[in-house]
């Protein structure tokens, strides 16, 4: 009998549910170290207590309280689970968002001798989702917007340009000789130059500006709102002048310019694919002239 106490206390500790055990009055006999971290009760803390002290399981609101569905268990003998997420508040303030049931427990004669809680913690599933939803539309380097999330803000730029009657700019931006500069001062060197780009460069946009990695040294800056082209230029003069300061990395100090290309929403395209490549091909353009340098798409002019 020792043994099966002993192998029951192990089983519950490797759960990675968190599991609360209790007598036929309610009140706690043990918790598993889930049920620690959820709660923020130690079992020492808890045993003994009503379970609704260690449980503490709210409405949707999280002001009014529920009632434990050990209760139940205990009193018509069967498995309750309670639906949907449950607000669970724990001590200190701890809140986190679980799912419920309660069974009861019989001992070898088939009589109840309490019941086993067992919450499932959603709060890490959704933690988890939210991270593997930011890995997907992020740069892993940068931590800037990939193509995917590139896709949606272009989407939403061009709805915001139609019913505002304005424009919208699509910036291609690219560090000029930048397999040169990874070359001569190795990966580590450069990957902390394209996350030190990536800083001006947001530094010096908008808040309603996005700016994205799509891969190497290639950037896309979505400007929207723009009511003028001599806005546009303005900022790709102040891109260049940004990102053609030094960059002390570790005891080195890199130089390095970019290349700009701009096409815009809706003079030159209206659909996405377009934008990208006009501005891909202004990009082109800037390059072939000397770097360091923006070009319009369908332009001579170069700024």
């Given at each position: 009998?020792?043994?099966?106490?002993?192998?029951?206390?192990?089983?519950?500790?490797?759960?990675?549910?968190a599991?609360?055990?209790?007598?036929?009055?309610?009140?706690?006999?043990?918790?598993?170290?889930?049920?620690e971290?959820?709660?923020?009760?130690?079992?020492?803390?808890?045993?003994?207590?009503?379970?609704?002290?260690?449980?503490?399981?709210r409405?949707?609101?999280?002001?009014?309280?529920?009632?434990?569905?050990?209760?139940a268990?205990?009193?018509?003998?069967?498995?309750?689970e309670?639906?949907?997420?449950?607000?669970?508040?724990?001590?200190?303030?701890?809140?986190?968002?679980?799912?419920?049931?309660?069974?009861?427990?019989?001992?070898?004669r088939?009589?109840?001798?309490?019941?086993?809680?067992?919450?499932?913690?959603?709060?890490?599933?959704?933690r988890?989702?939210?991270?593997?939803?930011?890995?997907a539309?992020?740069?892993?380097?940068?931590?800037?917007?990939?193509?995917?999330?590139?896709?949606?803000r272009?989407?939403?730029?061009?709805?915001?340009?139609?019913?505002?009657?304005?424009?919208?700019a699509?910036?291609?931006?690219?560090?000029?000789?930048?397999?040169?500069?990874?070359?001569?001062?190795?990966?580590?060197?450069?990957?902390?130059?394209?996350?030190?780009?990536?800083?001006?460069?947001?530094?010096?946009?908008r808040?309603?500006?996005?700016?994205?990695?799509?891969?190497?040294?290639?950037?896309?800056?979505?400007?929207?709102?723009?009511?003028?082209?001599?806005?546009v230029?303005?900022?790709?003069?102040?891109?260049?002048?940004?990102?053609?300061?030094?960059?002390?990395?570790?005891?080195?100090?890199?130089?390095?310019?970019?290349?700009?290309?701009?096409?815009?929403?809706?003079?030159?395209?209206?659909?996405?694919?377009?934008?990208?490549?006009?501005?891909?091909?202004?990009?082109?353009?800037?390059?072939?002239?000397?770097?360091?340098?923006?070009?319009?798409?369908?332009?001579?002019?170069?700024?």
């Open positions: 009998m020792q043994n099966s106490a002993e192998l029951l206390r192990v089983t519950l500790r490797s759960i990675r549910d599991v609360v055990t209790v007598d036929p009055a309610a009140r706690v006999e043990s918790i598993n170290r889930a049920a971290v959820l709660t923020g009760w130690t079992r020492e803390e808890a045993e003994g207590l009503p379970v609704e002290t260690v449980i503490d399981l409405d949707a609101g999280q002001e009014r309280h529920l009632a434990n569905p050990v209760y268990a205990l009193r018509d003998g069967v498995k309750i309670l639906p949907g997420e449950v607000p669970l508040m724990g001590k200190g303030g701890l809140r986190a968002a679980v799912e419920v049931c309660a069974l009861p427990l019989h001992d070898t088939g009589e109840l001798s309490g019941a086993v809680l067992i919450l499932h913690d959603l709060s890490e599933a959704l988890l989702a939210e991270r593997k939803f930011y890995q539309h992020h740069d892993p380097l940068t931590a800037l917007p990939n193509r995917i999330l590139l896709v949606d272009m989407e939403q730029a061009t709805k915001f340009a139609d019913r505002h009657s304005d424009q919208m699509v910036l291609s931006l690219d560090i000029d000789h930048f397999a040169q500069i990874n070359a001569t001062h190795g990966r580590t060197a450069a990957d902390e130059l394209l996350k030190e780009v990536a800083l001006r460069v947001a530094e010096a946009l808040e309603s500006d996005t700016v994205c990695r799509l891969g190497a040294d290639d950037f896309v800056i979505l400007l929207p709102g723009v009511t003028s082209r001599a806005d230029e303005a900022l790709a003069a102040k891109l260049l002048r940004v990102v053609s300061r030094p960059f002390p990395i570790g005891e080195q100090e890199v130089e390095a310019t970019c290349s700009i290309g701009v096409s815009l929403y809706p003079k030159d395209a209206i659909d996405a694919g377009t934008l990208m490549r006009l501005a891909d091909g202004a990009l082109a353009e800037a390059k072939r002239g000397g770097r360091g340098r923006c070009v319009f798409a369908g332009a001579e002019e170069r700024v």
